[in-house]
């Protein structure tokens, strides 16, 4: 067990300036690295850095469980974890270095392993977080097996800082695969998605699959025998191994959005291209929506670049059970999470009133005026 001491000096000057913009009526805009400020609506206030709070407060490997402050580095954090032959498996995005723990956390997002793996918030055991009123709540334990009724712990990862200053998290982490083989088949979208849908019933430690430019990328990872069974099979589709250091740039890329793909530069953004972030059942492929695609968790993620009516994008997105985000474009007025339902919005409100009652913390950052 590994544990880092840390002074309580950081955290009184966060506990400082909330009670002060709580007094004051002030908007704090929450950063740890500033690398998720262009995702969702455009931080407003001042900011409030929780940078200086970080450190490993605790590890036992033996138990899967690591308990760390939220300004620490997600690299850091990462290479702590990979010493001892463990990981992150939902595989944070790091679009930028720089990122924090409380980042990870608070944007909820995961990675190319999310469908085999699970979410960040699967994975949060625990939460202590500085509330609208200056105050202190813990929330969950450092153990596996620690919720006895509602886990108000995981409220806190996806909530973009809305609700609260996270300041130490305490994460399930899994040791580092034996193996680990990636497969490429060269097909179109369509054939893709058929593949994997019948897939889905075998035994495969697939834990990560992604399709763009008429290439499906599969990675599977555990057991020796189990991955050698699984490659052997998609040999017999027509697919070939990929050498492992170009697969792990590959995978890495894909996860931290380094691709091509996402990379809309001042004048695609001014041409009007836009990059959205559509989660739907993996039978949608809403081919009628047209753009240059990429799906990754089987189908369920689907990424568009593109020109189009955000409109006909949500409401396509909707039928097929699931919503779209605007994550990059130059004129996001329309929104870039899609509207609430009148019910979940009432439900985001009485949150936002219980753990902020002031409305200090990043307002309009998930949803315009909310």
């Known amino acids: 067990m590994t544990t880092t001491q840390t002074a309580d000096a950081p955290l009184a000057r966060l506990v400082d300036a909330v009670r002060a913009a709580a007094a004051d009526h ?57 010493e001892r032959g463990q990981y992150l498996p939902f595989e944070p ?11 990870m956390v608070a944007s909820g997002l995961s990675g190319p392993a999310r469908a085999a793996s699970g979410s960040v918030r699967d994975h949060l055991l625990g939460a202590t977080i500085l509330d609208g009123r200056a105050g202190i709540q813990r929330f969950g334990g450092r153990v596996i ?19 609260g200053v996270l300041l ?32 889905r019933a075998r035994p495969w430690p697939l834990t990560a699959s992604a399709w763009h430019a008429d ?4 990675r599977f990872a ?10 052997a099979a998609v040999a017999a589709c027509g697919g070939r191994r990929l050498e492992p250091d170009a697969a792990l740039r590959w995978w890495t890329s894909l996860r931290d959005q380094t691709l091509p793909f996402f990379r809309l530069d001042a004048a695609a953004l001014a041409a009007g291209e836009a ?5 739907v059942p993996p039978t949608a492929a809403l081919a009628e929506q047209g753009g240059v695609r990429l799906f990754e968790w089987g189908g369920a993620l689907l990424w568009r670049r593109g020109p189009a009516e955000a409109a006909t994008i949500r409401a396509a997105a909707a039928a097929a059970g699931g919503h779209a985000t605007l994550v990059r474009a130059a004129d996001k007025r329309c929104g870039a999470q899609a509207p609430l339902l009148p019910a979940i919005a009432a439900i985001h409100r009485r949150l936002k009133q219980a753990f902020d009652p002031h409305g200090i913390f990043d307002p309009g950052r998930l949803h315009p005026g909310g």
């Open 145 to 163: 097996k620690n919720v006895a009724g509602f886990d108000v712990a995981r409220l806190f990862a996806g909530s973009w800082g809305t609700l």
């Open 222 to 231: 555990g057991a020796r025998a189990a991955v050698d069974a699984a490659v």
């Open 93 to 103: 995005p790091r679009f930028a270095p720089g990122g924090t723990v409380g980042g």
């Open 275 to 279: 990059l959205w972030r559509l989660s």
């Open 215 to 218: 290439r499906l990328s599969l």
């Open 168 to 199: 130490e998290v305490s994460l399930k982490v899994l040791g580092s695969p034996v193996a680990s083989e990636t497969c490429l088949l060269d097909v179109d979208e369509e054939r893709a998605r058929a593949l994997l849908a019948g897939w």
């Open 26 to 82: 002030e908007r704090l805009e929450l950063r740890g690295g500033g690398t998720k400020a262009f995702y969702g609506e455009t931080p407003r206030g001042r900011p409030l850095d929780t940078g200086p709070l970080a450190g490993i407060v605790s590890h036992e490997p033996s138990e899967l469980v690591v308990t760390v402050r939220a300004g620490t580095p997600l690299a850091e954090l990462e290479a702590a974890l990979a």
